[in-house]
């Protein structure tokens, strides 16, 4: 078996992966990156579309994307809607921040292009299969390509960014060892070819349950409406799934237009129980699951990257292990405050399938109490446009 040598190994290629070995690589740390799909699979697979305001100012500032200002479009504010009636929750004015809607495979191809630009080693189709020795000095992964050719990265560090279904947790307290919620509904989602239906993003709550109207581009459009978890996407037919969506923002006029991707979001609150052992730290999806009400998922992985960069400067530059021993403890403050804000915007938004006539009231009091008060809705302002990224 052959051994290549290296001294930040990172498993996944996603935002966090990518977005880790950027700032390593710009602090004179040398990194491998490894992902078991497809540079094409990695770019063009549709994932949420909005980054907190501090996610933007760390994409810009690191020099990883810039194409964030100029392609991205800068949202002030969201429609949060209630029953049919709208209430505009005003960022800008709340809290004088604002979210961009820049889609997360942009993200992607931007850092993709940048890693290879400066001769980063990053490897696609290349599957890690486990870490050995993550409590030693040199934790190696062991990985293998497409011909099933096994090789060892060994490494000063290795950092699982690999997913919700890490192979990387399992070196950790193990594969599925975590605290976990499931939710008794999905979303459907849809991309279409239409103009915005509206100027922000509209999450709407109805009788009939929740939906989400997004944005992509001037001529794309992401929408979802709440569904059963069993739902097979290819089941409805494009008049039904309309129908849906109107039903459940009433009121709205919804463009509509030819529906050309369509899937199912299962909804899962996750945080692993161990996000670091010796030599071995988890980023992103790896590390927690958040459902998708709150757009959270990728500007949390940033988060993560942002806090482990620093302790991994001070531990390899410097031999100073304390921001690494901290990390864990560093990074859940934040995690648990977003586990919180997504449980709360899903739970708020959504008609559960067993909800009596109390839930569905008491839930109507709650939606009130945030739309109707400057408190309230800078609450939802505040944690949608992120919390302060660094102290
Ligand atoms: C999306 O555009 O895909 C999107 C936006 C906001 C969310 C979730 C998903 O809360």
Not at 53 to 82: F, K, N, P, Q, Y
Not at 134 to 150: F, I, Q, Y
Not at 254 to 274: K, N
Request: proline share 5%; aromatic share 8%; hydrophobic share 45%.
């Amino acid at each position: 078996m052959s051994t290549i040598r290296t001294r930040v190994a990172i498993i996944g290629a996603g935002p966090a992966g990518l977005f880790l070995s950027h700032l390593l690589h710009r602090a004179g740390i040398e990194s491998v990156v490894v992902d078991a799909r497809s540079r094409d699979a990695v770019e063009n697979t549709i994932r949420a579309g909005i980054l907190e305001h501090g996610t933007v100012d760390a994409l810009v500032e690191s020099g990883a994307s810039t194409r964030v200002l100029t392609e991205g479009l800068r949202h002030d504010g969201i429609e949060l809607r209630v029953d049919g009636e709208g209430h505009r929750i005003d960022f800008a004015d709340l809290v004088g921040r604002s979210v961009f809607l820049y889609p997360q495979h942009e993200v992607l191809r931007d850092l993709i292009a940048t890693r290879l630009a400066e001769g980063q080693d990053l490897r696609f189709e290349v599957t890690a299969l486990r870490i050995e020795e993550p409590d030693s000095a040199t934790p190696r992964v062991v990985v293998h390509d497409t011909t099933g050719v096994e090789q060892v990265i060994e490494a000063d560090f290795v950092v699982g960014a690999d997913g919700s279904h890490s192979v990387a947790r399992a070196a950790l307290s193990g594969a599925r060892s975590g605290y976990f919620r499931e939710y008794p509904f999905a979303w459907f989602g849809i991309l279409c070819e239409a103009p915005p239906s509206a100027p922000e993003l509209i999450y709407s709550t109805s009788p009939g349950g929740f939906a989400l109207i997004s944005q992509r581009s001037a001529s794309v459009q992401r929408m979802y409406f709440q569904c059963d978890p069993a739902v097979d996407p290819a089941s409805l037919s494009e008049e039904r799934i309309w129908a849906e969506l109107r039903s459940r923002v009433p009121g709205a006029d919804l463009i509509e237009g030819p529906i050309f991707q369509r899937d199912v979001l299962r909804f899962r609150s996750f945080v692993a129980h161990d996000l670091r052992r010796g030599r071995v730290a988890l980023v992103g999806d790896a590390a927690h699951t958040v459902p998708p009400t709150g757009a959270k998922g990728m500007n949390l992985a940033i988060a993560d990257v942002l806090i482990l960069e620093r302790a991994l400067r001070a531990l390899l530059l410097e031999n100073d292990p304390r921001l690494i021993d901290d990390y864990a403890e560093t990074v859940l403050r934040r995690i648990w405050k977003a586990q919180h804000f997504s449980w709360w915007m899903t739970s708020m938004l959504h008609v559960a399938p067993d909800a009596t006539e109390f839930d569905r009231l008491r839930r109507l009091g709650e939606l009130r109490s945030v739309v109707e008060s400057r408190a309230g809705r800078t609450y939802l302002a505040e944690a949608y446009t992120g919390w302060p990224l660094t102290d």
